[in-house]
C-alpha cells in the first residue's frame, strides 16, 4: 500500500529562508577563484582538452545557477580565467534545476543537470565535450600528497559509498 506522506522535506519556509540567503561579495568572488583554480587543474591533466579549448580563446562562458553566475574566458593556452562582467557572453549555460536538494539527487544519481544552452554551437559542442571527457583524478592528486597505496584505500572506500548512496537512492525511488 503507498501511502502519501503528510508533509514535505525540508518544510516549505526553510526553503524559502534559504532561498533568500546571499552570501557576501568576498565569499562569491573566493569561491569563483577557486572554481577557475579547480577547472584549470583538471584540463592541465588532459592536453587534448586544452588543445580544444585553445580554438575557443577569447571566447566567454556565462555559467548560471539561480542568482549564482560565474564567467569565464578561455585564454590562449586554452584554460579558463574570470571574465569581465561586461559584455554579452559567446555562450550562456542556465541550470533549470533550482532545488539544491534536486541538484544533489541527480549528483547521487550519477545524472548531468537540466540545462538551457544559448549561444555559439561549436563553443557549446567543446564545452559538452570537457563535460563527456574530463574527469578529476582524486586519487592521483591524493597519491602525492600521501603516497599510492593510502590514496588508493581512500578513493576505494569513496567508490563504495558512492555506490552505496546511488543504490539506496534507487531504492527509495523503486518504492515509491
Do not use: C, Y
Not at 533550482?98 to 539527487?105: E, K, M, N, Q, V
Not at 537540466?114 to 591524493?142: F, H, K, P, Y
Amino acid at each position: 500500500m503507498k501511502s502519501t506522506p503528510h508533509f514535505s522535506f525540508p518544510p516549505p519556509f526553510v526553503t524559502q529562508f534559504l532561498g533568500g540567503l546571499q552570501p557576501p561579495a568576498w565569499m562569491v568572488d573566493e569561491v569563483q577563484q577557486r572554481v577557475v583554480l579547480f577547472l584549470n587543474h583538471v584540463i592541465m591533466q588532459e592536453p587534448q582538452a586544452q588543445q580544444r579549448m585553445v580554438q575557443q580563446t577569447g571566447r566567454v562562458i556565462l555559467a548560471q545557477w539561480r542568482s549564482f553566475n560565474i564567467r569565464l574566458a578561455v585564454t590562449p593556452a586554452g584554460l579558463f580565467d574570470r571574465a569581465d562582467e561586461s559584455g554579452v557572453p559567446d555562450l550562456t549555460l542556465t541550470v533549470n534545476d533550482t532545488s539544491p536538494l534536486d541538484l544533489a539527487r541527480s549528483a547521487v544519481r550519477g545524472e548531468k543537470p537540466s540545462l538551457r544552452i544559448e549561444g555559439d554551437v561549436q563553443l557549446a559542442a567543446d564545452v559538452n565535450w570537457l563535460i563527456a571527457n574530463v574527469r578529476w583524478d582524486a586519487e592521483e592528486d591524493l597519491s602525492r600528497v600521501v603516497g599510492d597505496a593510502p590514496a588508493h584505500a581512500v578513493a576505494s572506500v569513496g567508490r563504495r559509498v558512492a555506490e552505496g548512496l546511488r543504490s539506496f537512492v534507487a531504492e527509495r525511488r523503486a518504492s515509491r
